[in-house]
């Protein structure tokens, strides 16, 4: 009995290119795949074998990129009485602590680049210069994001 669950295919094509975006933005080819599948199915919790046997993945990267997953807080689990196993699903409904912690990651990164910054050498003006506005620009964005917020729950 196959643990394959049925996707169109269209489905399976939107589960590549969110695959491809989350390989792009650093998750590995798996990883990715699994975050999208989880993103695409129109089954909420999808068990291991669901998901390894749906990509065609093995069994070692499905272990590590689920562990992966998890580890970063994209995916949980849950179980169900009487079953043994794991039901894998998205954390897509925990968005706003993501983007959270993303904003305050923006704080982080200017911060060293600030550090970066005034360890270079006054020769590379451009360069420097660049850095500057990098710097400035994600102040800015940080500073802009919670009226942002704001703005978008008012108009929900």
């Known amino acids: 009995m196959s643990d394959q669950i049925t996707l169109t295919?269209?489905?399976?094509?939107?589960?590549?290119?969110?695959?491809?975006?989350?390989?792009?933005?650093?998750?590995?080819?798996?990883?990715?795949?699994?975050?999208?599948?989880?993103?695409?199915?129109?089954?909420?919790?999808?068990?291991?074998?669901?998901?390894?046997?749906?990509?065609?993945?093995?069994?070692s990267a499905t272990s590590n990129s689920i562990n992966l997953l998890m580890s970063m807080g994209a995916i949980d689990y849950i179980t169900h009485p009487g079953d043994r196993k794991r039901f894998f699903r998205s954390k897509i409904g925990n968005w706003r602590d993501t983007m959270k912690q993303s904003f305050r990651n923006i704080t982080n990164v200017a911060d060293l680049l600030e550090e970066i910054l005034i360890q270079r050498p006054n020769e590379t003006e451009e360069f420097n210069k660049n850095l500057e506005e990098v710097i400035s620009f994600m102040r800015y964005f940080k500073k802009e994001i919670p009226s942002l917020y704001k703005k978008w729950d008012k108009s929900e």
């Open 9 to 59: 295919e269209k489905q399976k094509k939107l589960i590549e290119q969110l695959g491809i975006y989350h390989e792009k933005s650093g998750l590995s080819p798996a990883s990715g795949r699994i975050k999208a599948l989880l993103t695409v199915s129109p089954v909420l919790e999808l068990s291991f074998d669901q998901i390894r046997e749906t990509l065609q993945l093995s069994k």
